[in-house]
């Protein structure tokens, strides 16, 4: 890449319109619209719910051209050129990086690479966004979200302050914890989740993230389609079938431990349950 192409990459870095242009991508349209990254599991849940709450939305599904398990819906992919992704969500790997406390990974490793840059892409222009996934107990940084999940949250709150220029109220970071099955709200000031009693809701014309799990149980497909219960159509997220959500409950482990009062149920993907009583390292559940 050239030193002016690079630069001219830069200087469109917070521009929707000009990336998707740039990308071959659908025109940007003033309506509901979900930043996906088209993945099984959350990303496949919220894409459906589009699909029957929220027809008259846009969905935009950030891919790229080896993305071996995209699972939405083909007419809202965007698959961005490594050159355009390398220049506009690395920076931002990097800052996600060190509050995380972990390492960006290799560009020897393209797949999880392009992956977490694709995270990056949900989270640059969402003015909110909701993550579906759990609570990782054994987190030594304030999100404490698991999986790759965490990476788009995290670059998600850095814009706001006092990571990042944004003011601290207009960061808009739900997440749906699969273990309690409760909605949390992030606030920036003081940099850790509140509970809320009453669930959060999509509005006209949001631009939202929907990030979470691979393996999401049926009442967190449930409380996504409930996000739509304010701006849906075609039938009310409030009365949908259990049977849908059953269709994307997948494969997964409940842990149980017995404590002096209390039993916690940790679920953890299928796989990483297998990984994990191996003593090996499963996949990246981004």
């Known amino acids: 890449m050239s030193r002016n192409e690079s630069g001219a990459l830069q200087e469109i870095q917070l521009s929707l319109d000009a990336v998707l242009e740039l990308c071959h991508g659908p025109p940007r349209h003033d309506t509901l619209t979900l930043f996906s990254g088209g993945a099984p599991g959350v990303d496949a849940a919220f894409d459906a719910a589009m699909a029957r709450f929220a027809p008259f939305g846009q969905c935009i599904h950030w891919s790229f051209a080896q993305h071996r398990d995209f699972a939405t819906r083909p007419g809202g992919r965007v698959d961005v050129p490594d050159r355009v992704a390398a220049a506009l969500c690395d920076p931002h790997l990097r800052a996600a990086a060190t509050e995380l406390r972990q390492h960006v990974p290799s560009s020897k490793n393209r797949q999880v690479l392009a992956l977490f840059r694709r995270n990056v892409f949900q989270a640059l222009w969402a003015e909110a966004m909701f993550a579906v996934t ?117 494969p997964g482990v409940w842990e149980q431990t017995a404590g002096p009062r209390e039993v916690v149920r940790r679920w953890r993907p299928k796989q990483i349950a297998h990984a994990h009583r191996r003593g090996q390292s499963g996949r990246p559940d981004t």
Not at 141 to 161: C, D, S
Not at 175 to 180: A, C, D, M, T
Not at 192 to 213: C, D, H, Q, V, Y
Request: glycine share 8%; with cysteine; charged share 20%.
């Open 134 to 250: 759990w609570e990782d107990l054994d987190a030594t940084y304030p999100l404490r979200i698991g999986g790759g999940t965490k990476w788009a949250a995290q670059v998600y709150v850095n814009r706001f302050q006092p990571h990042g220029p944004e003011p601290a109220e207009s960061c808009r970071l739900w997440l749906y914890e699969v273990n309690s099955a409760e909605w949390r709200k992030w606030d920036c000031s003081f940099m850790s989740w509140n509970r809320i009693e009453a669930p959060p809701a999509l509005s006209e014309n949001m631009k939202f993230a929907g990030i979470g799990t691979r393996t999401p149980p049926g009442h967190a497909v449930l409380a996504i389609q409930s996000l739509f219960r304010e701006v849906g159509c075609g039938g009310s997220p409030c009365s949908a079938q259990t049977d849908t959500a059953s269709r994307f409950e997948l």
